[in-house]
DNA sequence: TCTGGGGTCCTAGGACCC
DNA sequence: TCTGGGGTCCTAGGACCC
């Protein structure tokens, strides 16, 4: 039987700020974007524990994370700050784990089937994971313990902040059974809107349902989250992703109609996509733009080469290529390049 | 209410090859 | 003159995650 511990850091980006400025310590930080009194454009990154009292959360638009608490501190995010202390604490969960699995910047799976000897094993081993990184990076981490990645995962969620969870086997579809729907791995607002319609609600209501039932609605992916809706996941803990693509993208402050202002903006994206390529060694062999108009529609359009590259000529005038059919008429919000297709030089 | 920026994975139709 | 089935690549869009 595996045991999978699933490690959270707990409100990330304040934690960190707070950490470098211990005046902000206690206070309800939001990272994210500029709210300019109301008049922003974005939204917010990470809230500290504080400014979720107030109603304010990640992915919420930064105008109404201003009305809700305007006397809030609002921060730019300092990435090269948390990916320092980021490395620092994978460092330390790395040597605790026998496989070990970076899962975005502020969280990680670690399998420890055979580092421990059974759960309780596995929660005094949790326990010393949680001092040691508070002791050393004097940030405070979420930890679940399961049979599963998903399980555990939804575990480190259940009591944050500080919280340990540890679910066995035998305890696991009691343990999913009252959750809302939307705690399962690949449940968005799409997916729980059209379940929701079913008067399904919780985890429980989906594991009841035949699987067949769910493969008709949603396909594939139906018979997946039948699966996960018992509490069954046999994906591994994996090392050593490949990047699988490079892109920038960004949003105009104010909707753009100044067809030359977006082509220069798009040679600027091209010279860093570029640089990160080269930074990393690759070469690429597709190109893809995006365009975001007033309204929020969104496009893409790409071109695969017949060969790959890693010249910036052929970058900037693919790109200019792929973008110019978008670019008469309509004022545009967003534009984004990425390449993908990497192969390493 | 107004929706960032970094990504990953999946689907589906059409082209093309054997 | 009519036309199967499998596989892969390309393109566009969409859902989701942190």
Request: aromatic share 6%; net charge neutral; hydrophobic share 40%.
């Amino acid at each position: 039987m595996r045991i999978i511990l699933h490690v959270d850091l707990d409100a990330f980006f304040p934690s960190v700020e707070a950490r470098e400025h211990p005046e902000l310590k206690g206070k309800a930080i939001v990272v994210g974007a500029d709210p300019k009194e109301g008049r922003g454009r974005g939204v917010v990154s990470s809230a500290s524990y504080e400014a979720r009292r107030h109603g304010v959360h990640s992915a919420m638009p930064i105008t109404r994370a201003w009305k809700l608490c305007p006397d809030c501190v609002y921060l730019r995010p300092h990435f090269d700050l948390y990916i320092r202390a980021s490395n620092g604490i994978m460092r330390i969960l790395k040597s605790h784990a026998e496989r070990f699995e970076q899962a975005g910047i502020d969280e990680a799976y670690l399998d420890v089937s055979k580092t421990v000897k059974d759960f309780d094993g596995a929660q005094v081993l949790a326990k010393d994971i949680m001092e040691e990184v508070l002791d050393k990076e004097k940030l405070t981490c979420s930890v679940g313990v399961a049979p599963n990645k998903l399980v555990a995962k939804i575990a480190s969620d259940y009591r944050k902040p500080c919280g340990l969870t540890v679910v066995r086997e035998e305890d696991v579809r009691g343990f999913l059974s009252p959750l809302d729907l939307r705690k399962l791995l690949g449940v968005g607002p799409r997916t729980e809107a059209r379940l929701k319609e079913l008067k399904l609600e919780t985890v429980g209501d989906l594991a009841a349902l035949s699987p067949e039932v769910l493969r008709r609605l949603l396909g594939v992916w139906g018979t997946r989250l039948h699966e996960y809706s018992q509490g069954l996941d046999s994906s591994e803990v994996v090392e050593g992703y490949e990047t699988k693509s490079i892109g920038r993208e960004v949003t105009f402050e104010q909707d753009a109609d100044d067809g030359e202002m977006v082509l220069g903006v798009l040679e600027e994206l091209a010279e860093v996509v570029h640089k990160e390529l080269i930074d990393n060694a690759f070469r690429f062999k597709t190109i893809t733009v995006k365009v975001r108009y007033q309204h929020f529609e969104t496009h893409t359009r790409s071109k695969s080469l017949l060969f790959s590259t890693d010249d910036l000529d052929i970058l900037r005038n693919s790109a200019k290529r792929l973008i110019a059919p978008h670019l008469r008429g309509r004022r545009i919000r967003l534009i984004g390049l990425r390449v993908s297709t990497l192969l390493r030089r």
